[in-house]
C-alpha cells in the first residue's frame, strides 16, 4: 500500500491523466485486499463519506502518510499479533477519503477507476501474467 500510494503522487505530480488513472487503480485495490486480509469489507469501514478538500498535492501527501501509518500498524499486526484496530480502521477511512478526493479532483468516478482497474487484472489473468511487475506484463 505504501509503495502504490508513492506510484500515485508520482503519476499525480506528472499530470498524466493514463498513469493517474492507472496509479488510483492499482491503490485501492490493494487497499480492497488489505481490508480483506483483515477479515474486514469496506463497509465495516467506510460508513461515511467526509469530502476532504485540499490541493492536489496536499492530498497526494496526505495518501503516503496516510499509508506509512497503516503499515506501521499492520507491522505490529503481523509482529505482535495485535494492534489498535479502532486507529487502523480511522487511518484506512482516511486513505479512502483522500484516495476519492484526488479521484474527484481528477474529474474520475470512483467506479470508473475500480471498473478501469478490475478489466486491467482480468486481461492479465486471462494472460497468465497476473504476478511480475511493470505495466505490459
Known amino acids: 500500500l505504501v509503495g502504490e500510494s508513492h506510484e500515485a503522487l508520482e503519476a499525480l505530480n506528472s499530470a498524466k491523466e493514463d498513469r493517474v488513472v492507472k496509479e488510483l487503480g492499482d491503490f485501492i485495490y490493494y487497499w480492497a485486499r488489505l481490508i480483506d486480509s483483515l477479515g474486514w469489507t469496506p463497509s465495516d469501514v467506510v460508513q461515511e463519506h467526509v469530502v476532504r478538500t485540499g490541493d492536489v498535492d ?32 480511522c ?47
Open 58 to 89: 496536499v492530498l497526494s501527501r496526505d495518501l503516503v502518510y496516510t499509508a506509512a501509518q497503516i503499515a506501521e500498524l499492520v507491522k505490529k499486526l503481523a509482529r505482535d499479533g495485535k494492534c489498535d484496530e479502532e486507529i487502523l480502521r
Open 91 to 137: 487511518l484506512l477511512v482516511d486513505a479512502y477519503e483522500i484516495w476519492r478526493s484526488l479521484a474527484r479532483d481528477w474529474g474520475h468516478d470512483v467506479g470508473d477507476l475500480t471498473d478501469t482497474n478490475k478489466e486491467k487484472l482480468t486481461d492479465r489473468l486471462a494472460r497468465g501474467k497476473l504476478r511480475g511487475s511493470g505495466d505490459n506484463r
